[in-house]
């Protein structure tokens, strides 16, 4: 039996039939291919929509983005996710003030407040309310830079104080 490889034809992803068949049989290349979505934008090489399958590029479609603008506090962000399906209010409020949440993320304070990266997030699949949140300081740790803490202790400050500070400025730039 021979393996089926024309529904890249057929989807208009390659534009050579023969070609592409040749190439998969002359590369062995079918046996590396990996099931899934792809995603291919108009047409592409055989060797192009070949690569492709056998790395398993698989597309994974957005299910929510939520945008996090600089400034906001908890509970904008909160209010944003409970609007977008992620979680409760009460899940969500609960989560930013979690003590052993806060320590597994590395919180050095009793709110999540400051401690939210402000970007549009994007994800595959839906979200839990821990999972949104964890995210969204995840990023925070890695756009902070690698010197900070030791910056705001050579002025006097706990990071906790200079984020407070930071959201308070931000805070206030907003109203302006």
């Known amino acids: 039996l021979k393996p089926e490889i024309s529904p890249p034809v057929e989807l208009g992803v390659v534009d050579s039939a023969p070609f592409f ?7 062995g290349a079918y046996g590396r291919y990996q099931a899934g979505l792809y995603r ?18 698989i597309w994974k ?6 945008v996090v603008p600089e400034g906001w506090t908890v509970k904008s962000l909160v209010e944003r996710l409970v609007a977008n399906g992620v979680g409760s209010k009460a899940e969500l409020t609960r989560l930013t003030r979690d003590t052993e949440f806060l320590r597994n993320l ?3 304070s009793k709110s999540l407040e400051g401690y939210t990266f402000p970007a549009t997030y994007s994800f595959h699949a839906m979200p839990t309310a821990a999972d949104a949140l964890s995210t969204m300081v995840k990023t925070f740790w890695q756009n902070l830079p690698t010197d900070y803490e030791e910056r705001v202790k050579a002025v006097g400050l706990t990071l906790a104080e200079a984020v407070t500070f930071a959201s308070l400025i931000e805070a206030e730039t907003a109203i302006l």
């Open 21 to 27: 068949q040749a190439w998969v049989r002359l590369t």
């Open 40 to 57: 291919f934008e108009g047409t592409v090489s055989p060797a192009a929509g070949s690569d492709k399958m056998s790395r398993g590029d």
């Open 61 to 66: 479609p957005v299910v929510l983005q939520v």
């Open 106 to 108: 590395e919180v050095p």
